[in-house]
């Protein structure tokens, strides 16, 4: 009898301590995070050159838009201040800061936040399972965002972005587009996969990917924004080239020996095959000019 009382009573000690322990916990994202610039770095630090569409499964719509691109457009009082879309945030300077948001009450996940250090943009995204709103609900620059886990994966889908840009030389995104995103955390190191879907202006999914290093030393400063007059100008007069006329698009190809061609981008030029393709044609101009 006594053997059975202790039997129940280290059974229920385990039950009970087995109930206080989650079933499964994925691995938190929370936490200040240092970025990291060995992918792209030409592209995200200096920035890319005018009329460098290389890797971009752009369509005639986004060339057209990104060859009458002037970057003095920059300089409107308008544009000074506007932060990088959900998108591209994570590409830019982008010291960044998640935590989370859980209901005091049940102690369930409402929501991850997110602060990145350039323009102070913060984001929710929400895991409460809450839907999207209809199309007509306003479009903002960090969106509408939802997530679910996948295995120790965050996977975040957003939507109702405004209208913003692929590459900072013109290329656009438009606000038809959405935005799927793979957080995966390995230790000290926070991947990003962002997949981004436009039927306005890409012929195929675009996918990014950037990293980040955990870096709880890292404090992130205010980042006050007050637009000012840079350059005088008479009223609504918006730089731009006009089509057919911006001479500076010549000046990539040249600058790298890379074939015009390319330079015009497309999804073709995504790809490895499209190395052998330039090989191709210029063996046939070799023995063209013989």
Not at 137 to 148: L, M, N, V
Not at 170 to 198: C, F, Q
Request: hydrophobic share 35%.
């Amino acid at each position: 009898m006594r053997n059975t009382a202790r039997f129940v009573f280290g059974a229920s000690l385990l039950w009970g301590a087995l109930a206080a322990v989650p079933a499964f916990a994925q691995i938190d994202p929370s936490g200040e995070w240092a970025p990291r610039f060995h992918e792209d770095q030409p592209e995200r630090i200096p920035g890319p050159d005018i009329g460098d569409y290389l890797g971009l499964p752009i369509n005639d719509a986004a060339r057209m838009r990104g060859d009458t691109w002037d970057a003095s457009l920059l300089t409107l009082p308008e544009h000074q201040c506007k932060p990088h879309p959900a998108d591209y945030g994570p590409r830019g300077p982008a010291n960044l800061r998640i935590w989370k948001e859980v209901d005091k009450d049940t102690q369930q996940l409402v929501a991850y936040h997110t602060h990145i250090s350039w323009q102070a943009p913060e984001r929710t995204i929400w895991m409460d399972g809450r839907p999207h709103p209809p199309d007509y609900a306003p479009h903002t620059w960090q969106g509408f965002s939802t997530g679910k886990w996948d295995g120790d994966m965050l996977t975040v889908y957003t939507t109702h972005l405004k209208i913003g840009w692929i590459r900072r030389n013109g290329i656009p995104r438009s606000d038809k587009a959405t935005l799927t995103e793979h957080w995966i955390r390995h230790g000290d190191y926070l991947t990003l996969v962002s997949i981004i879907t436009d039927p306005a202006y890409l012929t195929e999914p675009f996918i990014r990917t950037t990293n980040w290093v955990a870096d709880p030393r890292q404090h992130i400063d205010p980042y006050p924004c007050e637009p000012v007059t840079e350059v005088i100008r008479a009223p609504g007069v918006v730089p731009h080239h006009l089509p057919g006329q911006n001479t500076f698009l010549s000046e990539f190809p040249k600058k790298y020996g890379v074939p015009p061609e390319a330079a015009r981008g497309g999804a073709e030029t995504m790809y490895p095959e499209y190395q052998q393709k330039i090989a191709a044609d210029q063996q046939k101009k070799l023995a063209a000019a013989k």
